[in-house]
């Protein structure tokens, strides 16, 4: 069956012209058979008014084309005259019109529905023209017709806009956003007593907020983490946050999402949508503006608000300042509290609040001295995120490998981060050692001097290593590195190992020396190339001495220059002897004097000018 035209056009079917219903006026059976047809012509014409329309082929007949001008063109004109009239419903609303314009070419599920619409009532329409048309022909008689003015398609389409609900407007910005079909009723709900404009600059604000604090590194991590480390009763909003980051994880993507701005916005509407609630000026932008002014920077504003949400919708007279009084109260100084915030941004709840006061007098129970407290909860505020009794199960496994009392106090004013490790991943590291041949006991004196090293995953560790032997550092001479300087493990071997490296290879020294001299000399991996390296080096070359001398006496680096490497040579020019470095300097002041001057005591003659 070929569409038909619209009802009231020239060429319109009319019922009483198909031979297939000319009826005498009293036959029942014949009237029905009449409906039924003109039902038949009707579908024809749903399907027509609601199927994608087919752009004209070449071969496609003059009456095709016909048709689809009498329409006023297929159904990319419809879906763009649908678009411009959401666009001036918006504009009339108090969008902006280049606001209102973007909207509606972002919001398919909105113009579709008013394209269904506008199809229904035209059906409703030619339903009604098919249906009087029957009645004249059943009675015989003609009935009065009102006289309908065309309208065009764009016309009907804002008509019908126009006369939506306003939660019909707010889906079309949700839509634009992002926002998926199945939470768009809920949440236009949740907003319709917000006016179009004053929403629309909220999800803005949103939106440049994660922008410019979008600068965090491995947010996923972070967040991940913060969720395994949590070990207290978490509040409503808290809990709210963890099901948040769940649901994410369970997207494809993850948390990874979080990253675009605009998804992240989306996302966080959709699980917080009474954050558009807020006041823009007097509650959204002050909380931010209080955040910066505890010293969180604007960069990283958005990522604490990403890791949680609820903060926009806390008071910050009654809340927010009142939890930053408690820290104050322990000790916190005023300038720590921006990084604090940064580093565990669930500082901010209430369970971490009530958290607070169970934490302190734990941390002086292990013998944490009063006056480092504070500085234990600044460098790891996660600890404010755990309960007592999780601290307590990590402080009895350090106990049993030999950390105790006021050495435990040392380790954990040193590196609080211990505290919060999972059992197993504390077993990874003291395995890590142990395959490097450490025993039980070096394993705890490794402990006690690098307390950092424990806090940090084996991946990391491995890579110092891995750095070392492949330079040149055998594995029989690797325990002997950890042993005697563990410090290195914490160092950045792209910022701290490899300069000081490349630097003694510029200066002309072989790699396996380099290696020969790590593994005799570990500390010497610790020493700065600027206030270290290149003026003791520079002192040896400008007093005649060749470099690779500090190949068999890499102890050279530890001695003070000024009071110790530059008095010795100038006594030795003196007397006119030639030594090694390390018969130099290994003697101490007395025994020296001893033996190049004949006397019991040290006296370094003055600088002369030709020295």
Excluded at 511 to 518: C, E, G, H, R, V
Aim: aromatic letters at 6%; a neutral charge.
């Amino acid at each position: 069956i070929r569409p038909a035209p619209p009802i009231g056009s020239p060429s319109c079917f009319h019922p009483r012209r198909l031979p297939s219903v000319s009826l005498p006026p009293n036959n029942l059976l014949n009237r029905a058979s009449s409906l039924l047809a003109s039902l038949k012509l009707q579908e024809s014409r749903r399907v027509f008014l609601l199927a994608p329309a087919k752009a004209a082929s070449s071969d496609s007949t003059g009456l095709d084309i016909g048709l689809q001008q009498q329409y006023g063109g297929g159904v990319g004109d419809r879906w763009q005259d649908a678009q411009a009239a959401l666009a001036d419903v918006l504009s009339d609303a108090g969008l902006a019109p280049e606001d209102a314009a973007a909207v509606s070419l972002t919001a398919p599920i909105c113009i579709q529905s008013l394209i269904d619409a506008v199809a229904e009532l035209d059906e409703f329409a030619s339903w009604k023209s098919v249906l009087t048309d029957v009645k004249e022909c059943c009675d015989d008689r003609p009935i009065e017709r009102h006289v309908q003015v065309e309208t065009t398609f764009r016309q009907r389409t804002y008509a019908i806009a126009k006369q939506m609900k306003g939660g019909r407007h707010i889906s079309a910005i949700l839509e634009s956003l992002g926002i998926g079909e199945c939470h768009l009723s809920r949440i236009s709900y949740c907003l319709s007593s917000e006016s179009l404009p004053d929403l629309f600059q909220k999800i803005n604000f949103l939106e440049d907020l994660f922008t410019e604090g979008n600068k965090r590194e491995n947010m996923a991590l972070h967040i991940q983490q913060m969720m395994m480390q949590i070990s207290i009763h978490a509040d409503e909003d808290l809990q709210k946050t963890i099901s948040f980051f769940e649901k994410m994880e369970a997207q494809c993507g993850g948390l990874g999402l979080l990253k675009v701005p605009r998804q992240a916005a989306a996302h966080l509407v959709v699980e917080f949508p009474h954050i558009l609630c807020r006041k823009l000026d007097s509650e959204l932008q002050a909380i931010v503006a209080y955040l910066q002014a505890l010293g969180v920077p604007r960069d990283y504003v958005g990522f604490v608000v990403l890791c949680f949400p609820p903060v926009l919708l806390y008071n910050i007279d009654t809340e927010l300042q009142c939890r930053m009084r408690i820290l104050k109260k322990v000790g916190v100084r005023a300038i720590d509290l921006g990084r604090m915030i940064v580093k565990y941004p669930w500082l901010l709840s209430r369970s971490v609040e009530t958290n607070v006061e169970e934490i302190v007098p734990f941390l002086l129970s292990i013998m944490v001295p009063k006056e480092k407290v504070y500085c234990s909860i600044t460098k790891c505020p996660r600890l404010l995120g755990s309960s007592v009794t999780t601290l307590k199960l990590m402080v009895q496994h350090l106990n049993d490998i030999g950390v105790k009392s006021k050495r435990l106090g040392q380790v954990v004013t040193c590196s609080p981060q211990l505290l919060i490790r999972s059992r197993q991943s504390f077993n990874e590291v003291i395995a890590f050692f142990t395959d490097l041949g450490l025993e039980t006991d070096d394993v705890c004196r490794v402990l006690m001097r690098t307390p950092e090293a424990f806090a940090t995953r084996v991946s990391v560790l491995q890579s110092k290593v891995d750095f070392l032997v492949d330079l040149g550092v055998s594995h029989e001479w690797m325990k002997h590195v950890v042993q005697k300087y563990p410090q290195m493990l914490v160092m950045s071997v792209e910022g701290t190992l490899k300069p000081r490296v490349e630097f003694l290879q510029l200066m002309g020294l072989a790699t396996n020396d380099i290696a020969s001299m790590i593994s005799g000399f570990p500390p010497l991996l610790g020493y700065s190339v600027d206030k270290v390296l290149k003026p003791k080096l520079e002192f040896l070359m400008s007093v005649g001495r060749p470099v690779k001398e500090v190949v068999l006496y890499p102890r050279f680096f530890s001695y003070c220059l000024e009071k110790k490497i530059k008095p010795r040579f100038r006594v030795l020019a003196h007397q006119n002897v030639t030594c090694d470095l390390k018969v130099m300097l290994s003697k101490n002041d007395d025994e020296f004097a001893a033996v190049y001057l004949g006397v019991s005591q040290m006296h370094v003659p003055p600088i002369s000018s030709g020295t």
